[in-house]
């Protein structure tokens, strides 16, 4: 597998802004229709700590998440997500080793 995944792990008193700020994103990178952009995307809670939240994006690829990094409206959207955030995010960049689907 040649796939690969990052997850953003932060904190936010704001959770609904930044969902509609996700959506946003989404909208209008396919409206575009140009350039890499993630394959599969998750927004979670955590339901042991309150206020902390994950974002899991899937990349065909490290070179298309990359590429994907580098473009002015993914700067600029995670630039305002930031902003919403109670603290600094952690990032975890992860190649996929295999997928398991169950139904």
Do not use: W
Request: hydrophobic share 35%.
């Amino acid at each position: 597998m040649a796939g690969f995944v990052q997850i953003i792990e932060y904190r936010t008193s704001k959770p609904d802004e930044i969902q509609a700020l996700m959506e946003d994103f989404q909208s209008k990178r396919q409206a575009e229709g140009d350039g890499p952009s993630p394959v599969h995307g998750l927004a979670c809670a955590d339901r042991d700590e309150p206020g902390r939240y994950f974002s899991i994006i899937e990349f065909a690829s490290y070179e298309e998440a990359m590429e994907n990094s580098r473009r002015a409206d993914t700067t600029e959207f995670a630039t305002k997500m930031m902003e919403l955030c109670d603290g600094p995010s952690r990032f975890y960049n992860l190649d996929q080793l295999a997928e398991m689907k169950y139904r």
